[in-house]
């Protein structure tokens, strides 16, 4: 079917299809949750961890064979900043390899006629032209401080695109870049850049600190985007994007693409990020950089052309997002008090 065509009758989803959202419990996973139900489809299956272990392929294709899934969104994923992928390096490859594995594979010998799967930026090589393109991957060396969560991703991706190639499974995938929005990881050592300054800077005004010190230089340049713009994104292309149509995105060489990034294409410096941060919680402090931690990739934008030209666009704004996920944060920790 050609994405017009879809268009015209409606999209490549129905409402009365049984849509499981693995992951339904973490950000990414129950923003996708709240962007179905928001479109009129309510009949999502979820599962806890209590009743089906993903990382275990026998039960997985147990629950499958049960429950029938007509749709598949592979949001389940464990994930973490540079310290935690530092840190538990053979855990992240496991641990995300297993999930990926057993829930694709029983999706598709199951007969599942839609999956996405969820990615991210960090496929790309650490030094990708920029804006990045989808033609990066596997363009060059990985950043080494989240490379066994990148390549665990680009398993799945590459799973994805086999089974089309190999057996004509209609899966696609997504590449989010840097997400943020409820449901956030703030721990203090195994959260991403964005959850990690807001916790820091609330603490610091809550200790009335004179100071907040800061990883690496400030320079590097990142992109962010609201986990629900990403979960609007994911049904978006469910409904609307079929790669093997005629007029679907495609590489500079003419191949279709099986995957697409999904961004502001947006960045800005770290340093103004705190700042952002900063003054979204009220911190009236000194910003110090610690200059002996980590920068990470130098920068990561996005090119999101290829989904743009779909007639999809990021709709929140970071600043107001900022403020909307800071304030979210300091409530739900005055309620703890």
Not at 23 to 34: F, N, P
Request: with cysteine; hydrophobic share 40%; charged share 20%.
């Amino acid at each position: 079917m050609s994405t017009s065509t879809a268009q015209a009758s409606g999209g490549l989803l129905h409402h009365q299809d049984r849509i499981f959202v693995a992951g339904h419990r973490g950000m990414a996973g129950s923003a996708v949750c709240r962007s179905f139900e928001r479109q009129g489809f309510t009949n999502l299956l979820t599962a806890d961890r209590s009743n089906l272990d993903l990382s275990d392929d026998g039960a997985v294709k147990t629950w499958f064979q049960q429950q029938k899934p007509d749709v598949v969104v592979v949001a389940a994923a464990k994930v973490g900043g540079i310290v935690a992928n530092s840190t538990y390096p053979a855990d992240f490859l496991l641990d995300n390899l297993k999930i990926q594995l057993n829930v694709i594979e029983a999706a598709w010998q199951q007969g599942v006629r839609r999956l996405l799967f969820l990615g991210s930026s960090c496929i790309y090589p650490k030094f990708a032209a920029q804006p990045i393109r989808e033609e990066e991957l596997l363009n060059g060396p990985l950043e080494p401080t989240n490379e066994w969560y990148a390549i665990a991703k680009i398993t799945g991706i590459k799973l994805c695109e086999a089974l089309r190639l190999q057996h004509g499974f209609d899966a696609i995938s997504l590449m989010p870049t840097n997400l943020y929005g409820p449901g956030d990881n703030y721990h203090p050592q195994n959260s991403h850049v964005l959850p990690a300054l807001i916790r820091r800077f609330h603490e610091a005004r809550m200790n009335r600190a004179s100071s907040v010190t800061c990883w690496g230089t400030g320079q590097p340049r990142r992109e962010f985007l609201h986990v629900d713009d990403l979960a609007d994104a994911c049904v978006y292309c469910l409904q609307r994007w079929d790669p093997s149509a005629e007029n679907a995105p495609q590489q500079q060489d003419g191949q279709h693409l099986n995957f697409l990034n999904v961004g502001t294409g947006q960045d800005l410096p770290i340093k103004e990020l705190a700042q952002m941060v900063a003054d979204a919680v009220g911190f009236q402090g000194d910003i110090e950089w610690d200059k002996t931690k980590p920068d990470g990739t130098p920068r990561k934008r996005l090119d999101v052309t290829r989904l743009q030209s779909l007639g999809w666009k990021a709709k929140v704004a970071l600043s107001l997002g900022i403020q909307e996920v800071a304030r979210e944060f300091s409530q739900g920790q005055s309620t703890r008090l």
